[in-house]
T-cell receptor, first 112, second 109 residues
Framework: GAGVSQTPSNKVTEKGKYVELRCDPISGHTALYWYRQSLGQGPEFLIYFQGTGAADDSGLPNDRFFAVRPEGSVSTLKIQRTERGDSAVYLC??????????FGQGTRLTVV | RKEVEQDPGPFNVPEGATVAFNCTYSNSASQSFFWYRQDCRKEPKLLMSVYSSGNEDGRFTAQLNRASQYISLLIRDSKLSDSATYLCVVMGNTGKLIFGQGTTLQVKP
């Protein structure tokens, strides 16, 4: 069956621009997670949805980052006024069973 | 202090060796624990859950010590294909999954 799909796979943007990263979870998975990962580091938690609501957004680094999941399925991570330090791989995962998260292949964001 | 701490390694071992990774976590209220595996430039994948009584899956054994807030993963009879980064994961009380930095294993012929 289809896994977690993330688009785009690569995004290059200029400093100061706005970007949107999309995640299509596995059908029926109620939980959805966003992480970002830099080289040599583990995935850094950003936000976690249960259904349409954000159950925990404590990992969002500042108010430039925002995520939505309006119908409890597809989610969009939005980053305003991008900075070079935002460059990373952004990973999305979905889950039906606690702890068993299935990850997409990530979006590699480069801010130049 | 990080919520989940791991020795990043790398651990370089010969094929057939036994290797153990450790992980400590800071939140004593954490309930659920997991090991994930991440191959180079790939996404993380669940390797196994960690139960209080300890659990085994083939060559892999996971153990939890709640008193010391410590989780371990033991790999016996290492294979070349075990080369990867092993991520310790703790579930927070909201359900979020917190990942450690990862420990890199290189198994050499």
């Amino acid at each position: 069956g289809a896994g977690v799909s993330q688009t785009p796979s690569n995004k290059v943007t200029e400093k100061g621009k706005y970007v949107e990263l999309r995640c299509d979870p596995i059908s029926g998975h109620t939980a959805l997670y966003w992480y970002r990962q830099s080289l040599g580091q583990g995935p850094e938690f950003l936000i976690y949805f249960q259904g349409t609501g954000a159950a925990d957004d404590s990992g969002l680094p500042n108010d430039r980052f925002f995520a939505v999941r309006p119908e409890g399925s597809v989610s969009t991570l939005k980053i305003q006024r991008t900075e070079r330090g935002d460059s990373a791989v952004y990973l999305c995962a979905s889950s039906l069973k606690a702890g068993e998260a299935f990850f997409g292949q990530g979006t590699r964001l480069t801010v130049v | 202090r990080k919520e989940v701490e791991q020795d990043p390694g790398p651990f370089n071992v010969p094929e057939g060796a036994t290797v153990a990774f450790n992980c400590t976590y800071s939140n004593s209220a954490s309930q659920s624990f997991f090991w994930y595996r991440q191959d180079c430039r790939k996404e993380p994948k669940l390797l196994m859950s960690v139960y209080s009584s300890g659990n085994e899956d083939g060559r892999f054994t996971a153990q939890l010590n709640r008193a010391s807030q410590y989780i371990s993963l033991l790999i016996r009879d290492s294979k070349l294909s075990d080369s990867a980064t092993y991520l310790c994961v703790v579930m927070g009380n909201t359900g979020k999954l917190i990942f450690g930095q990862g420990t890199t294993l290189q198994v050499k012929p």
